[in-house]
């Protein structure tokens, strides 16, 4: 073992300037700040250390035959290995997850859900699985509404057993493999199971985690004793074991991921959700055997000449990202450029008319009609955008749009309360495959109640605590077996019916602005995806326009304010993890977090 120091940019030089727009300089762009950030890492390769420098400089990493990108070298490593050994993104995806589960389980694991984007070689077709949590059957609209049917306080709701959602993630890993594995199913689990049994080292971010968070992870005993021992958080550059997954995972890897639906562990989850002290929760044995992972189409938006692809209802991932950059794309964002407060008044304002949508008609599909078709149409997107184009101001009113509907509906807007979270695992294969996954247990810790090693998520409070609005109801109401809406935008962007990107990151409805600006820096002003992914953020969800503190974008504050946007400065921690597909393979992975992108 050994601990390296390594100098991060927080938020990496300027915009580039020169490269994405002749007519602007850094003169307005402030110098970064660099942060020290130390990385304990033990055991790494040297070809897993040299990304990590390879981050570090600003450059991407760029390989010849595959490419993985994701949250914690450790995680790569064990991806890199089934990759090289030949195996499909579908094997590594189990070995990154399982070691994720571990090594960040803050952010994702077997108590979680997932959305997969799959390429697949041999066919050329794109598939979407759908492996979110559900809402337990014995759940009643007002679950999270107070005597008075007020909404819960969000933790009130967040910590224990009521916000626990049925886990899809071990399903979803199944079937995945089922469809598109090569490698032996119980070897996928082996360097997690390692890390597990023979120790892992704590590193920053998870210590950092803990932390900030200790009084709730001291309120459950399992919980408390693994991640607050004695009453003391896990410091980074400890090592710890964690035998209870290492046993789970080697259940999983002899029979499959049925033993998480059935049996002594399932047993356990419902225990620890039934029973958890001061705010038990509905999850039955019935909500784990009937779980059910989904094959849904997937959504595409035309960007410029490209398709940009993702997981449809019950994520709005997709559809908001694609109707942001449907609108953006009626603009010269290159010859605008990076720099610039008009980019940055047509995105901010794209997003708002797009969040608005989401809040009035996104939901789960299987529950709620939707008008998926008409928010993608893009004489719909068009019409959105020439309210843009009217004006060269912020638009002073936005509200939702009036899209082609199969039938007649009235919904109220949505009042869901997100925070960030979650995880982004990128890969590329040798057979030309592309997989693009977002992954998450909701908060921080999810539901903080842990069992047998991992984390149970808090998905359900992704649902609106209030059912109505003015007498109208809101489709991203709780009911039984529906799956709350996401904001993860697991994308892979087309050209000419093959992949050219595959994208994503955490950071709750934030994703999507994160994703959606990354793709316009690599097609529209020509950054890599290092730098993509690097680049300041500016993020707007129909609220304030959130510019990233200690960053060059601070310097658009004073022109957006100007414009009649309410700015916020403040930190802005995405995931983004992202290969691009050409000639070579480059992969980025996002300098606000541990991760590398590691190829061959
Ligand atoms: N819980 C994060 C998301 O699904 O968007």
New binding site residues.
Partial sequence: MFQRKCLIATALATFISGQINAQTTTDTVAPEAETELTVVFSGLSDAAEAAIATKASGAPVIADDWMIAAANPLAVEAGADVLRDGGTAADALIAVQTVLGLVEPQSSGLGG?A?LVWYDAKTGKLTTLDG?ETAPTAVTPTVFQDENGEPLSFFDAVVGGLSVGTPGTPRLMEEAHRRWGRANWSGLFDAAIDHAIQGFVVSERMASSIADDAERLGRFGPTADYFVPNGTPLVAGTTITNQAYGDVLRQIALHGADVMYSGPIAEDIVEAVRNADGNPGLLAMSDLEDYRVIERPAVCVAYRQKDVCGMGPP???ALTVGQILGMAGQFDLPALGAENPESWRIIGDASRLAFADRGRYMADSDFVPMPTKGLADPFYIEGRANQIEATDKALETVAPGEPAWDHAMLLADDQSI?L???SHISIVDSYGNALSM?T????GFGSRLFVRGFLL?N?LT?FSFRTHSDGFPIANRIEPGKR?????APTIVMENGTPVLVIGS?G??R?IGYVAQAIIAHVDWGMDVQQAVSMPHLVNRFGTYDVEEGTSAVALVEPLTSLGFEVETRGLNSGLHAISIGDQLKGGADPRREGIALGE
């Fill in positions: 859900g959305f979110r994520s709005s991932g997100e960030p979270s979650t977002t998450t247990i909701e908060n998520n998905e992704d709350p809406r996401s904001s993860m955490p709750g409805s994703i």
